[in-house]
Each structure stands twice: as C-alpha cells, then as structure tokens.
C-alpha cells in the first residue's frame, strides 16, 4: 500500500461519526505517528471519559497531510 491507500484504509477502519474520533480507534502502527502530528500542532485533544478524542475534521487534516489553520 502506498500512503494514499493507507489514509484511505484509515478512513474505513476508524469510526467517525462526527466528532469526536477516538485515538484508541487508530490502529497502533499509525498511533505514534498521529500522536507527533497532535504534539508539534498544539492540536486540543478532549478525554470524555470514554478516552483521548480529537475532532474529527482535525484527523481529516492529518489523513489530508494538512497542517492546521490555528488562528
């Protein structure tokens, strides 16, 4: 797979039904990945008790290769 069908695997194997998207969804081999992306873009992650969550047009930037627009 390349990288484009990985973010597309991605997309069908995490739920994301709005917001937020659980980051124990995310397959470990992408976890630590997403979690550096989090990190270094100051991304707000919620715990709601049901586990860390980000929003999901966020987990749309990462899959996308976005960086965020913070304003």
Known sequence: ?????YCEHLREIVPVEGSP???AAVPARW???LH???RM???PVSN???????YAWEWGD?????I???H
Do not use: F, T
Not at 1 to 5: A, K, R, S
Not at 48 to 54: C, E, K, S
Not at 62 to 66: A, S
């Open 48 to 54: 709601d008790g049901a586990g860390d969550a980000m």
């Open 68 to 70: 965020p627009n913070i």
């Open 21 to 23: 998207v659980r980051l």
């Open 36 to 38: 550096e992306y989090i």
């Open 41 to 43: 873009n100051c991304i």
């Open 62 to 66: 990462w899959l996308d290769g976005r």
């Open 1 to 5: 797979m390349n990288g484009q069908e």
């Open 31 to 33: 976890r630590n990945e």
